[in-house]
Nanobody
């Protein structure tokens, strides 16, 4: 059974940093892209950043120059370094992975809470 396990969320003050990690387990399917999404309170889930195999990354405008997404191929994981966090970054953060298959498919983690206090 495929599992995506996020970690690294928590409470931080404005201007602080957190590093989220997401480890994929339980599968032999190859991953062609991974991403981080977030869902702020009362709002829809939105893309934060994504990265393809080969390390081509894409960021939402609201996190450019503050967040960095990276792949850890040795541990089948994706990380999100979040710096200069702001109260508007408060949300549940989810990772996902897109797998090569027949057909291709996507799996999601359960989410990790990030709270930024003012």
């Amino acid at each position: 059974q495929i599992q995506l396990m996020e970690s690294g969320g928590g409470l931080v003050r404005t201007g602080g940093s957190l590093r989220l990690s997401c480890v994929v387990s339980g599968t032999r399917f190859r991953i062609y892209a991974m991403g981080w999404y977030r869902q702020p309170p009362g709002r829809q889930r939105e893309l934060v950043a994504s990265i393809k195999s080969g390390d081509s990354a894409n960021y939402a405008d609201f996190v450019k120059d503050r967040f960095t997404i990276s792949r850890d191929y040795a541990n089948n994981a994706v990380n999100l370094q979040m710096d200069n966090l702001q109260p508007d970054d408060t949300a549940v953060y989810y990772c996902n992975a897109h797998f090569y298959g027949d057909p291709d498919f996507t799996s999601w983690g359960q989410g990790t809470q990030v709270t930024v206090s003012s």
